[in-house]
């Protein structure tokens, strides 16, 4: 028979002088549940959402300083925690704000349609939305977890304890340039995906005007609404493999921007494959 081996006690000073580091860890893992897409999902429960981050801070733990010391002096210590939680809540951010601008997309969109009778209050943004902007977050989200973004996101996070350690100031200016250029790159995306259902929905205006000139005893006012919703949906229906790609392309350059400040080099651009139909880009 093989022999069970024997558990090791455990030093109670070694245990105790773990906890300053794992609770610093946990603060800085926690800003990532804050912000980050599905991590800071509100359908997620809060009890899950805290077992994921006392997990993976402990397994982060692990490979950072076993020990640190905390700042004596409350000013210090509450800039030292307010440092880790924006370390943690910049890694969620550069995926957030093109999760955002892909909403506010679809909000546009659903208003063109007509569709402002149909919006149900939102539990992901505490707001009113509607049909197609939780149609296109369903499925730019569904892309973040084809191309491993979820995988990039937990990469960046360890590696940032790496290039800024624990209870040090970040370099919060490259921080900020990284993020107002993924707030321009999701304003692109907005416009991108908008852009030719609300030129369709032009065209089909300036069209109904004409007819409503040629021949003033047809009701353009309820024709028109019908026939606006349903060329805008066969538009965007027709041109979801070109939506794909644009959000697929979008995330993984800021996932690119975002890890790089962490120094992050293993993310490469690989064909993706959804269905047998390549439509996108992918993170490895």
């Known amino acids: 028979m093989t022999p069970v081996p024997s558990i090791q006690p455990i030093d109670l000073d070694q245990a105790l002088a773990f906890v300053p580091a794992f609770a610093a860890v946990l603060i800085?893992?926690?800003?990532?549940?804050?912000t980050a897409p599905l991590f800071a999902a509100s359908q997620v429960p809060k009890r899950v959402k805290a077992l994921m981050a006392v997990a993976i801070s402990w397994c982060i733990c692990l490979t950072v300083a076993p020990s640190i010391v905390w700042p004596a002096s409350l000013g210090s210590l509450v800039v030292a925690i307010a440092g880790e939680l924006a370390i943690g809540i910049a890694v969620g951010m550069c995926?957030?704000?093109?999760?955002?601008g892909v909403q506010w997309a679809g909000e546009v969109i659903g208003q063109q349609f007509g569709f402002n009778l149909g919006e149900v209050f939102d539990p992901?943004?505490?707001?009113?939305?509607?049909?197609?902007?939780?149609?296109?977050?369903?499925?730019?989200?569904?892309?973040?977890?084809?191309?491993?973004?979820?995988r990039a996101l937990l990469m960046g996070l360890n590696e940032s304890f790496r290039i800024v350690p624990l209870l040090t100031?970040?370099?919060?200016?490259?921080?900020?340039?990284?993020?107002?250029?993924?707030?321009?790159?999701?304003?692109?995306l907005a416009v991108r995906l908008s852009g030719p259902v609300l030129t369709t929905l032009l065209i089909v205006d300036v069209g109904l005007g004409f007819i409503g000139k040629t021949m003033p005893q047809m009701n353009v006012m309820s024709?028109?609404?019908s026939m606006r919703s349903l060329i805008g949906l066969c538009v965007l229906a027709g041109g979801l493999v070109i939506t794909g790609d644009a959000?697929?392309?979008?995330?993984?350059?800021?996932?690119?921007s975002g890890l790089g400040l962490w120094h992050v080099r293993s993310i490469a651009m690989v064909p993706l494959k959804l269905g047998g139909v390549a439509f996108a880009w992918g993170v490895v």
């Not at 509607?130 to 499925?139: A, E, S």
């Not at 100031?169 to 990284?178: H, I, Q, R, Y």
Request: charged share 5%; glycine share 16%; with cysteine.
């Open 124 to 150: 992901k943004f505490s707001a009113a939305g509607n049909v197609i902007g939780d149609v296109l977050y369903m499925l730019m989200l569904v892309i973040f977890l084809c191309v491993g973004g979820h």
């Open 247 to 256: 959000m697929a392309q979008s995330l993984v350059g800021a996932l690119q």
């Open 169 to 188: 100031s970040p370099d919060l200016g490259g921080v900020l340039e990284t993020l107002v250029g993924i707030l321009m790159a999701s304003t692109i």
């Open 223 to 225: 024709a028109g609404m």
């Open 28 to 34: 800085r893992v926690g800003g990532l549940f804050v």
């Open 95 to 100: 995926c957030n704000i093109l999760f955002a």
